[in-house]
């Protein structure tokens, strides 16, 4: 019956193959919303990213920006990513209203959706969903992609036997001018063909669209800290491991950074010291990624069988650190949210506050 299921599943379409559909949004669902009124697709990646590739529509909330500490890595508000008043204006200057759904995406690899995820559910946004595959998956499916990338190899390959006919000829002859002519006429004309195609396509170049701000409040009585911890929790739960040691212990902090970065061999932008939490198990969010299908998530088999071997079980409360809690940490807590386990925390100061905090200890 298990096995019928999965079938069923595999072959429905738009359907996620995840646990939890809360969550996920796969590719064929989400095209069906680009340029939907009501929907708003963000970006968590860089702004040259964001300038390089996004979805048509879309607008940038890059997810490194999203926790925000002062200069000496304190966290005022913590343990949410921001103040509420700084989250208003921030998210009202994105043309987001309360109403709004939000598809929050990367470019494939899954750890700034995260981050732009957990963002907004903290402030009691439920209508929010990770796009699985990012532009990557938009992309491999949109018509107008294939059409143009058709076209581009066409104009590749014509491009190539003009250069090839008028570099045979002798510089500066008569066939070699006519025939430089052609091909600089070809160039031209295929430019202009591609530039239209461009505009068709889902996922873009440049600058993103003109935005209106929105007014959005956040209501205090519907912040949601579920999947949120602050330094003092995650302190506690370090005593704990240290105590008890991490078997016995009921607690796991994870790192998800990686190696240069836990063995303090790399100091990271505003952060005094390098290290790691002492007692933190190290998994890189690396181990999370289907990079051979280009997916956010490995399978649910996969993650959890991968979790069990590093002694990661259900019965522990789970807590995730990276550079600045909305990105690699967060990658790792969605992939146990959606594997079913009950108690999995960002630490959304993470070691941008732990690392600048001389009272805690650290490990190298």
Known sequence: MKGLLKLLLIAATSVSLFANDDILIEPEEAIKLIGKEGVMFVSG?????YDLYHIKGSVEMYAHHLHHS???????????FMCIEEAEEYISSKGISNDTMVIAYDNFRGPNATGVYHYFKSWGHDNVKILNGGFDA??????????????KEEYKEGKDKLKEKYKAEEKG???????????????????????KQE??????????????????KI?????????????????????????????ESDYVILDSRGMSEIIGERYLDNVARAGHIPGATFIEWKNITDFDNKRSFRSLDEMEEFFKSQGITKDKTIYAYCHVGA????????????????????????WDEWGNDMS???KR
Not at 199 to 216: A, C, E, F, H
Not at 327 to 349: C, F
């Open 45 to 49: 990646d860089s702004h040259d990213t």
């Open 173 to 195: 002859s008569k066939l070699y001018k006519e025939y430089k002519a052609q091909y600089n006429a070809y160039k031209d004309e295929w430019k202009a063909k591609l530039a």
């Open 219 to 247: 209501d205090p009585d519907k912040i949601d800290t579920t999947y949120l911890a602050g330094k003092q929790e995650v302190k506690h739960a370090m005593e704990e491991i240290v105590e008890d040691g991490k078997e």
């Open 360 to 362: 805690l200890p650290i």
């Open 138 to 151: 938009i992309k491999s499916i949109d018509p107008e992609q294939t059409i143009y990338d058709a076209m």
């Open 327 to 350: 990105g690699r940490s967060s990658h790792l807590i969605t992939a146990l949210m959606l594997l079913g386990y009950p108690n999995v925390k960002v630490y959304t100061g993470s």
């Open 70 to 80: 002062n200069k000496m890595g304190e966290m005022h508000c913590s343990p949410l």
């Open 199 to 216: 505009k068709k396509l889902l996922v873009q170049r440049g600058k993103g669209p003109k935005i209106t701000p929105t007014d959005y």
